[in-house]
Nanobody, 131 residues
Framework: QVRLVESGGGSVQAGRSLTLSCAAS????????MGWFRQAPGKEREAVAT???????????YYTDSVKGRFTISQDNAKNTMNLQMNSLKPEDTAMYYC?????????????????????WGQGTLVTVSS
């Protein structure tokens, strides 16, 4: 059974950092596309960052404009985990953050614009940033 379990959320003040982790298990074939998505109250879910590992190192990473330069996505295949390092957090980063994964047909299916419907999702971890 596929499982994605997020951890690392919490409440922080603006300007501080958090690292989210997603532990993946149960995949028959390792997903080559993983991503972080978020949904704030009253807003649609948006893709924050994605990582495609299907073509080897270096991995392809994609970010939504609002987090570029502040967030870094990474994947540790040996540990089957994906992380999101979030620096310089802003109140507008407050949301439920979800991990998602799937084995996609190619990296064009794994950008922040195209990876919205990945097949497997975690339960989410809440990030609250106060001003």
């Amino acid at each position: 059974q596929v499982r994605l379990v997020e951890s690392g959320g919490g409440s922080v003040q603006a300007g501080r950092s958090l690292t989210l982790s997603c532990a993946a298990s149960g995949f028959t074939y390792s997903p080559n596309c993983m991503g972080w998505f978020r949904q704030a109250p009253g807003k649609e879910r948006e893709a924050v960052a994605t990582i495609y590992t299907g073509e080897g190192i270096p991995y392809f990473t994609y970010y939504t404009d609002s987090v570029k330069g502040r967030f870094t996505i990474s994947q540790d295949n040996a540990k089957n985990t994906m992380n999101l390092q979030m620096n310089s957090l802003k109140p507008e980063d407050t949301a439920m953050y979800y991990c998602a994964a799937e084995h996609t047909a190619g990296r064009w299916k794994c950008t922040v614009d195209t990876a919205r419907d990945l097949g497997y999702w975690g339960q989410g971890t809440l990030v609250t940033v106060s001003s």
